[in-house]
């Protein structure tokens, strides 16, 4: 008797400098945290709070709490049909209807009330798995729900950082693969600092039957998925998610925060952003910090959270640097900084190779006129970084495969049709300087803005000994509205 009294005496101290140790290691540093218990952070305090939650690449507010609170969080599962590009369409199944769901903001000590209803007219059972969670299945155990009903559970979030979740129904790779995935981003106790701007970023892979771009409704292809071949690889569901109208966007000298996840279900992302360079990166979402990063590796099923200044103004171009994905999967996303041009850090010297004869003139033309110069410059860029990938760096394209841009009379014939070309893609029998084509040009209107479509044609016509000519963003915008197709 005496010494089981004695035994739990022991223990009692035993925790108590156990708890004293790790709360001191823990206020140098908000993440290490070994052996943190359910009551370390104490009770829930005040009255309940709903979560409020928004749509990707929208993030809920940062929290200002000093306490830990009760956090309602409802999740809704729907299987919905939706684009997943221009024209193509797809049975997504989601939380809350998008890919990702939206993102769930708590504060670490925070017990969350986690409502997981599903739609009746889904015709799956679905759950969910939080990284965030200690306990069995991350939540999946307790959550699984049938179509029309609704499960609650709660956890208490013992540890800060961003966390994926996902649905783990069985089969969970499907399920993951169609777009059952989001985040929870668990704030240390005194906040995250303050940026200008957070954005929400999820990649993930998608397995359609037909090709990239076959149009029409596309179901799920269970082969591809096993050889983790993707049709599409994807930021936030949908090709040109974050391009054009949707790019993110910033100012000169603004600090942003991206919450970047990677849903899978099979490939990793080498997360890059081209022209950027990130201050700060929240490895693997956690708590252990790297600076000057060009490019940091997700995990399926992981995540990071990336800070950075945008100090140039322009277009930047977020990519899996697993860069096949990037230019003919779909994984592309598009940051434009509005702002003053920064030419002390970056400006252009002398661009370009010298066109030819008349063209000499309009670029001397050009050159006179900052701003036509800066629409030739970008439309450089452009085609380095998408046309010269299948129309050759020179543009005299690849027998049998890719026509020539250069010297090109089936461009030169009718600006109109390129611009149609360019924005819409083209597919069929065509003949270029007398030699037969068939093949397939992808669609380009849902990643480059009428700007960008109108700098690279005019790049294009006054470079590879084309005979010289402009393309206004309005004529761009004039033959996207003509050619606007319906859903
Ligand atoms: C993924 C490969 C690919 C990329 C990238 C690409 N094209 Fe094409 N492009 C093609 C193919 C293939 C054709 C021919 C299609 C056919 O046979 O019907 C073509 C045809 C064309 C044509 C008409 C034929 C000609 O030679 O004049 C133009 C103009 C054109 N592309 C412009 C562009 C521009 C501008 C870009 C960059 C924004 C671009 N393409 C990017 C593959 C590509
Ligand atoms: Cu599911």
Redesign the pocket.
């Known amino acids: 008797m005496i010494s089981r009294v004695h035994a739990k005496i022991a223990m009692a101290v035993g925790v108590m400098i156990f708890g004293l140790i790790s709360s001191v290691a823990f206020a140098g540093d908000a993440g290490a945290t070994s052996g943190r218990g359910s009551d370390d952070f104490g009770p829930p305090r005040g009255a309940a709070i709903e979560e409020v939650l928004v749509a990707p690449p929208g993030v809920p507010l940062p929290i200002h709490r000093n306490d830990p609170a009760r956090v309602i969080v409802r999740l809704q599962t729907r299987e919905v049909v939706k684009e997943i590009a221009d024209g193509v369409r797809y049975h997504f199944w989601t939380f809350n209807g998008s890919v990702p769901g939206p993102m769930i903001r708590v504060r670490l000590g925070d017990m969350v009330e986690l409502h997981l209803q599903n739609d009746p007219a889904s015709h799956m059972a679905h759950n969910i798995d939080l990284h965030a969670v200690m306990g069995p299945g991350g939540g999946a155990a307790v959550s699984v729900t049938p179509p029309g009903h609704e499960s609650v559970f709660e956890f208490k979030a013992l540890r800060s950082g961003l966390f994926v979740y996902h649905c783990a129904t069985a089969p969970v790779p499907m399920h993951i693969a169609n777009g059952m995935y989001g985040m929870i981003l668990v704030e240390p106790t005194q906040g995250l600092p303050k940026a200008d701007r957070e954005y929400y970023v999820m990649q993930g892979d998608f397995y359609t039957t037909g090709d990239y771009h076959a149009p029409g409704l596309q179901s799920f292809d269970m082969k591809k998925l096993l050889l983790e071949q993707p049709t599409y690889v994807l930021f936030n569901g949908r090709e040109g998610s974050l391009t054009g109208a949707d790019a993110l966007t910033s100012k000169t000298g603004d600090s942003v925060r991206l919450f970047v996840g990677d849903g899978g279900p099979n490939l990793v992302s080498s997360f890059h952003i081209i022209g950027q360079i990130f201050d700060n990166v929240k490895v693997e979402g956690g708590t252990l910090i790297n600076h000057n990063v060009q490019t940091t590796l997700i995990p399926s099923g992981g995540a990071s959270i990336i800070e950075m200044h945008t100090l140039v103004p322009g277009t930047f171009l977020l990519v899996d640097h697993s860069i096949t994905r990037a230019?003919?999967q779909g994984a592309l996303g598009q940051l434009v900084v509005k702002g003053p041009a920064a030419s002390g850090i970056y400006r252009s010297i002398s661009s370009g190779p010298m066109p030819a004869g008349a063209n000499r003139i309009a670029m001397s033309e050009a050159a006179a006129k900052p701003e036509t110069n800066d629409a030739l410059g970008d439309g450089k860029r452009?085609?380095g970084q998408?046309?010269?990938?299948?129309?050759q760096a020179d543009g005299t394209?690849l027998p049998g495969?890719?026509?020539?841009?250069a010297m090109?009379d089936?461009?030169n014939a009718d600006h109109q049709?390129?611009i149609g070309?360019?924005l819409h893609g083209?597919?069929?029998?065509?003949t270029?300087n007398s030699t037969g084509?068939?093949?397939?040009?992808?669609v380009?209107g849902t990643q480059?803005s009428d700007d960008e479509?109108a700098h690279?044609?005019t790049y294009?016509l006054n470079n590879f000994n084309n005979q010289g000519g402009t393309i206004t963003p309005a004529d761009v915008k004039a033959v996207r509205a003509a050619g606007a197709k319906a859903p």
Request: charged share 5%.
């Open positions: 230019f003919m452009v085609f998408i046309c010269a990938a299948c129309h394209g495969a890719f026509p020539p841009l090109s089936f461009l049709r390129a070309i360019v083209l597919s069929g029998k065509i270029v084509y068939e093949s397939v040009m992808p380009f480059l479509i690279v044609l294009v």
